[in-house]
């Protein structure tokens, strides 16, 4: 590992849950510290792939923990999804939701129709008209089986399907909580479909956009995060330097395991320790 300065970096990025708060609750040192970086003047990002929440509601949680921020540094694997696929199907398109509002939201904001509320309460779909072009699914904590039914019927009748992220769970205050790959996976074992293409984090569509969006080079932006298979991997992928923190998901415990197949460029305590 190289040692990382503060002094050469222009751009951080931060994953949210497990580096920047757990739950409802802000980690110990994350506030002097994103101050802190502030008055370097260093630009900051936000990249979560918890697609359950709007930008705007990330600005909102963020705001109540009295981190300073603007609707415009939060990307999420929502809204990477939502851009690909706007772009994707250009004409007028439909598709069926696993997930929250966060994801549903930002869809519906590129023109993209969501056919849930006259779908997500059958188990049969008897309309062989109904037209759906693609399936997505992420995060959903009211996964039910009748979504689960129609996404397999409307995949089995042609539907493409993506997701938003393959996360097998996420940190909260009261410990490791089922993630997206959870309703993801249960999608690929009743259909027997992978996605076409996942979106979130280790992808490096994110961090690119990020990196783009802000005019940044790679080798001034550094990636916070706590999942070494997505996080840091997903800074390799996108060609910056990563920094692992150890107030999520890994516990120094793990540390040496995941050193032999990941390689984080630092590890931190929590981000306070970043000079």
Same mark, same amino acid.
Do not use: W
């Given at each position: 590992?190289? !040692?990382?300065?503060?002094?050469?970096?222009?751009?951080?990025?931060?994953?949210?849950?497990?580096?920047?708060?757990?739950?409802?609750?802000?980690?110990?040192?994350?506030?002097?510290?994103?101050?802190?970086?502030?008055? $370097?003047?260093?630009?900051?990002?936000?990249?979560?792939?918890?697609?359950?929440?709007?930008?705007? @509601?990330?600005?909102?949680?963020?705001?109540?923990?009295?981190?300073?921020?603007? &609707?415009?540094?939060?990307?999420?694997? =929502?809204?990477?999804?939502?851009?690909?696929? *706007?772009?994707?199907?250009?004409?007028? +398109?439909? +598709?069926?939701?696993?997930?929250?509002?966060?994801?549903?939201?930002?869809?519906?904001?590129?023109?993209?129709?969501? $056919?849930?509320?006259?779908?997500?309460?059958?188990?049969?779909?008897?309309?062989?008209?109904?037209? +759906?072009?693609?399936?997505? =699914?992420?995060?959903?904590?009211?996964?039910?089986?009748?979504?689960? *039914?129609?996404?397999?019927?409307?995949?089995?009748?042609? %539907?493409?399907?993506?997701?938003?992220?393959?996360? /097998?769970?996420?940190?909260?205050?009261?410990?490791?909580?089922?993630?997206?790959?959870?309703?993801?996976?249960?999608?690929?074992?009743?259909?027997? !479909?992978? /996605?076409?293409?996942?979106?979130?984090?280790?992808? #490096?569509?994110?961090?690119?956009?990020?990196?783009?969006?802000?005019?940044?080079? =790679?080798?001034? =932006?550094?990636?916070?995060?706590?999942?070494? &298979?997505? @996080?840091? $991997?997903?800074?390799?992928? *996108?060609?910056?330097?990563? %920094?692992?923190?150890?107030?999520?998901?890994?516990?120094?415990?793990?540390?040496?395991?995941?050193?032999?197949?990941?390689? #984080?460029?630092?590890? $931190?305590? @929590?981000?306070?320790?970043?000079?």
């Amino acid at each position: 590992m190289v !040692k990382l300065s503060l002094s050469n970096k222009e751009l951080l990025i931060f994953d949210l849950d497990g580096v920047i708060y757990k739950g409802s609750k802000i980690i110990d040192n994350v506030l002097n510290s994103i101050e802190k970086f502030y008055k $370097l003047k260093k630009k900051i990002a936000f990249f979560t792939n918890n697609s359950t929440l709007t930008t705007e @509601d990330y600005k909102q949680k963020l705001s109540e923990m009295r981190i300073c921020c603007t &609707e415009e540094q939060f990307y999420t694997s =929502a809204t990477i999804s939502a851009g690909f696929l *706007a772009e994707t199907y250009r004409d007028k +398109c439909s +598709c069926f939701v696993i997930g929250e509002k966060g994801l549903i939201s930002t869809l519906e904001k590129k023109g993209i129709s969501v $056919l849930n509320r006259k779908l997500e309460n059958k188990v049969i779909i008897k309309d062989n008209s109904v037209h +759906c072009d693609f399936v997505i =699914a992420g995060m959903d904590r009211n996964f039910t089986y009748e979504k689960l *039914a129609s996404a397999t019927q409307l995949i089995d009748r042609g %539907a493409k399907f993506y997701a938003t992220n393959n996360d /097998p769970s996420f940190p909260s205050e009261y410990g490791n909580l089922p993630g997206a790959g959870t309703m993801i996976n249960s999608v690929t074992t009743v259909t027997g !479909k992978q /996605p076409e293409k996942i979106f979130g984090k280790p992808s #490096p569509e994110g961090i690119k956009q990020i990196l783009s969006d802000y005019r940044i080079p =790679a080798d001034k =932006a550094v990636m916070f995060g706590d999942r070494p &298979e997505t @996080d840091i $991997l997903s800074a390799k992928n *996108a060609g910056i330097d990563s %920094a692992l923190v150890l107030t999520g998901i890994i516990t120094k415990e793990k540390v040496r395991e995941m050193l032999q197949k990941y390689q #984080p460029d630092i590890i $931190l305590n @929590d981000i306070s320790e970043f000079q």
